[in-house]
């Protein structure tokens, strides 16, 4: 099934030319990415906020399949997806099923990633009070 989506990347971060550079890395592993065809972008300008640069892009896309959408979304992070073709989305409750219990393995790797960090963050801080 062929999904069209309009969605916006945000970027982050200073210095300004990480922010940008960041932003072509991005744009550059989409445009590379199987199953994934880029119709239409528009980079805003970078700006300064504050202490930090933003920058992001407005994309149009072509996925397809709904698995390419989910990689997307997880992958890249976007701050907002939306969904132009198909207008209705019809499944089997397998397949509905699956796409949930992919969308969980991904959710419960994120939740390990962030658990280990964290736990590295606690030792490395007790290293440091240890030396203080």
Same mark, same amino acid.
């Given at each position: ?8 990347? %945000?970027?982050? *971060?200073?210095?300004?030319? @990480?922010? &940008?550079?960041?932003?072509? $890395?991005? =744009?550059?592993?989409?445009? %590379?990415?199987? *199953?994934?065809?880029?119709? @239409?972008? &528009?980079?805003?300008?970078? $700006?300064? =906020? ?83």
């Amino acid at each position: 099934m062929e999904i069209q989506i309009k969605a916006i990347i %945000e970027i982050l *971060g200073k210095p300004k030319e @990480h922010v &940008e550079e960041t932003l072509k $890395k991005v =744009l550059n592993e989409l445009s %590379e990415r199987k *199953g994934v065809t880029v119709l @239409h972008k &528009e980079v805003a300008e970078t $700006k300064e =906020l504050e202490k930090f640069f933003s920058t992001y892009v407005d994309l149009e896309l072509k996925l397809d399949e709904l698995d390419n959408l989910i990689d997307f979304c997880f992958d890249f992070l976007p701050s907002s997806v939306e969904i132009l073709k198909p207008e209705k989305i019809n499944m089997e409750s397998h397949a509905f099923a699956e796409y949930m219990n992919d969308l969980l393995a991904k959710l419960h790797q994120h939740s390990m990633i962030i658990r280990n960090l964290h736990a590295e963050n606690i030792a490395m801080k007790e290293k440091l009070g240890e030396k203080n």
